[in-house]
T-cell receptor
Framework: DGGITQSPKYLFRKEGQNVTLSCEQN?????MYWYRQDPGQGLRLIYY???????QKGDIAEGYSVSREKKESFPLTVTSAQKNPTAFYLC????????????FGPGTRLTVL | SQQGEEDPQALSIQEGENATMNCSYK?????LQWYRQNSGRGLVHLIL?????REKHSGRLRVTLDTSKKSSSLLITASRAADTASYFC????????????FGQGTRLTINP
């Protein structure tokens, strides 16, 4: 999965709890992305970061937050405000914001109990 | 918003046959990409075709792009069991990689 790691692979959360998903890359890429995938669906963009200390909302940012304090790390927090958080979450990176190709991590499956 | 729409949603063929899947999109693009996803895993980039290209090859993959019809097709020749996966097209909405939009995917099953 191209030098991008996501942890944990499976995550269970009780309703009302915040949870943070980890994404780390050793590709020296400037840009990083978070996507959500629901069963049988394509990917939807949650947040993206073009460079360290900068990030932008994607198409479905409500109920999520991110930080980009280090180039190699882009953690995603799923807050209690996210109404339907159960999904498969994918992190990706690209060389920079102009690059065409994205490289994906193995994903984290989040289940809200 | 979903820009790319794949067709068919699911495809099942015998090993050795060719598999063709299609993608349609709505707005102008700079390029279109195809990705593969094995069950429960991340996506892997397969091939990219730019808006000024009509056809591109990579190994057993052949991609075509028709910008007048806003459509693309991915052909996998001489399919193998290992090709079993979901295939997604992604378009850039003309705004660069940070604005990639993925279709819903075609689930391909290769029967031995």
């Amino acid at each position: 999965d191209g030098g991008i790691t996501q942890s944990p692979k499976y995550l269970f959360r009780k309703e009302g709890q915040n949870v943070t998903l980890s994404c780390e890359q050793n590709l020296n890429h400037d840009a990083m992305y978070w996507y959500r995938q629901d069963p049988g669906q394509g990917l939807r963009l949650i947040y993206y970061s073009q460079i360290v200390n900068d990030f932008q909302k994607g198409d479905i940012a409500e109920g999520y937050s991110v930080s980009r304090e280090k180039k190699e790390s882009f953690p995603l927090t799923v807050t209690s405000a996210q109404k339907n958080p159960t999904a498969f979450y994918l992190c990706a990176s690209s060389i920079d914001w102009r690059a065409d190709t994205q490289y994906f991590g193995p994903g984290t499956r989040l289940t809200v109990l | 918003s979903q820009q790319g729409e794949e067709d068919p949603q699911a495809l099942s063929i015998q090993e050795g046959e060719n598999a063709t899947m299609n993608c349609s999109y709505k707005t102008s693009i700079n390029n279109l990409q195809w990705y593969r996803q094995n069950s429960g895993r991340g996506l892997v980039h397969l091939i990219l075709i730019r808006s000024n290209e009509r056809e591109k090859h990579s190994g057993r993959l052949r991609v075509t792009l028709d910008t007048s019809k806003k459509s693309s097709s991915l052909l996998i020749t001489a399919s193998r069991a290992a090709d079993t996966a979901s295939y997604f097209c992604a378009t850039d909405r003309g705004q660069g990689a940070q604005k990639l939009v993925f279709g819903q995917g075609t689930r391909l099953t290769i029967n031995p």
